[in-house]
């Protein structure tokens, strides 16, 4: 069973910055797809950026395109998401998951307000 830890969130104002980090376990993260999720209270979870095991990046959400940038280390099992020009609707559980997605980590709670 692959477990997913979920780092680096926080509050921050808006217009700031976070980097959020996923360590994956197992040997086999780099045969897969790496995504963010991000779910807001009240909503449903959705998808935030997509990265092949090379590096090529398949998706950002509208929302975040121009903002965010989805990275990732496979030698490292882990894969990065750097958000900036944060807005108070960027407010959400962020998790990681590969593609297609396994058993869901505790996420990272990332708060923009100020």
């Known amino acids: 069973q692959v477990q997913l830890v979920e780092s680096g969130g926080g509050l921050v104002q808006p217009g700031g910055s976070l980097r959020l980090s996923c360590v994956a376990s197992?040997?086999?993260?780099?045969?897969?797809?790496m995504s963010w999720y991000r779910q807001a209270p009240g909503k449903q979870r959705e998808l935030v950026a997509r990265?092949?095991?090379?590096?090529?990046?398949?998706k950002y959400a509208d929302s975040v395109k121009g903002r965010f940038t989805i990275s990732r280390d496979n030698a490292k099992n882990s894969v990065y998401l750097q958000m900036n020009s944060l807005k108070p609707e960027d407010t959400a559980v962020y998790y990681c998951?590969?593609?297609?997605?396994?058993?869901w980590g505790q996420g990272t709670q990332v708060t923009v307000s100020g």
């Open positions: 990265i092949t095991p090379g590096g090529v990046i398949i």
């Open positions: 998951n590969r593609e297609p997605a396994v058993n």
């Open positions: 197992g040997s086999t993260f780099g045969f897969y797809d």
